[in-house]
T-cell receptor, first 113, second 115 residues
Framework: ETGVTQSPTHLIKTRGQQVTLRCSSQ?????VSWYQQALGQGPQFIFQ???????GRGNFPPRFSGLQFPNYSSELNVNALELDDSALYLC????????????FGEGSWLTVV | SQQGEEDPQALSIQEGENATMNCSYK?????LQWYRQNSGRGLVHLIL?????REKHSGRLRVTLDTSKKSSSLLITASRAADTASYFC???????????????FGQGTILTVHP
């Protein structure tokens, strides 16, 4: 149990639709990162939020966007869904300093049909 | 893009044997971390080794880091069936502070431990 909660756990969307995934960070964690993990691959960094500001972004198009709220919960939004967006989306929270462990949620499985 | 390669891609052993997994990476790092993932679930942090460390232990886990070769290894001793999972190395190339935690993962090693 990592204290990081993601919802929904599974969802199916149609190509072209929009999706919002949610993450509740471990209490007090001010840094949240999102990762995309395609089947059989390692996770890929999408972006990170620190104290409600985007703090770095991976190689993902602008239709991937996010928010971090004052209580440090977070959302990942994906517009104009493509079939290749089908993946496990992982949220990770930490205190944002190198000595602190990063905690991952169980992920949200997105299938785009 | 993936940081590097993990070797082997799959490893099958008997309970009680040791399991060794290797990871190579491409860029300079601040630290390297190992994670475990049970089938289709979240990642569990196992151990972190900093760039100025060469070896670290945690229970049955031993991690080594060779920054000159840009490689790391994870050794699980006296393996158990419950160790069956995918194992990933992840590098953090940033200098810490607010830049910490943008991890670059390898492809992973699938470990199967037979009872």
């Amino acid at each position: 149990e990592t204290g990081v909660t993601q919802s929904p756990t599974h969802l199916i969307k149609t190509r072209g639709q929009q999706v919002t995934l949610r993450c509740s960070s471990q209490s007090g964690h001010n840094t949240v990162s999102w990762y995309q993990q395609a089947l059989g691959q390692g996770p890929q960094f999408i972006f990170q939020y620190y104290r409600e500001e985007e703090n770095g972004r991976g190689n993902f198009p602008p239709r991937f966007s996010g928010l971090q709220f004052p209580n440090y919960s977070s959302e990942l939004n994906v517009n104009a869904l493509e079939l290749d967006d089908s993946a496990l989306y992982l949220c990770a929270s930490s205190l944002g300093q190198a000595r602190h462990t990063i905690y991952f949620g169980e992920g949200s499985w997105l299938t785009v049909v | 893009s993936q940081q590097g390669e993990e070797d082997p891609q799959a490893l099958s052993i008997q309970e009680g044997e040791n399991a060794t997994m290797n990871c190579s990476y491409k860029t300079s790092i601040n630290n390297l971390q190992w994670y475990r993932q049970n089938s289709g679930r979240g990642l569990v942090h196992l151990i972190l080794i900093r760039s100025n460390e060469r070896e670290k232990h945690s229970g049955r886990l031993r991690v080594t880091l060779d920054t000159s070769k840009k490689s790391s290894s994870l050794l699980i001793t006296a393996s158990r069936a419950a160790d069956t999972a995918s194992y990933f190395c992840a590098t953090d190339a940033n200098a810490g502070g607010t830049s910490y935690g943008k991890l670059t993962f390898g492809q992973g090693t699938i470990l199967t431990v037979h009872p």
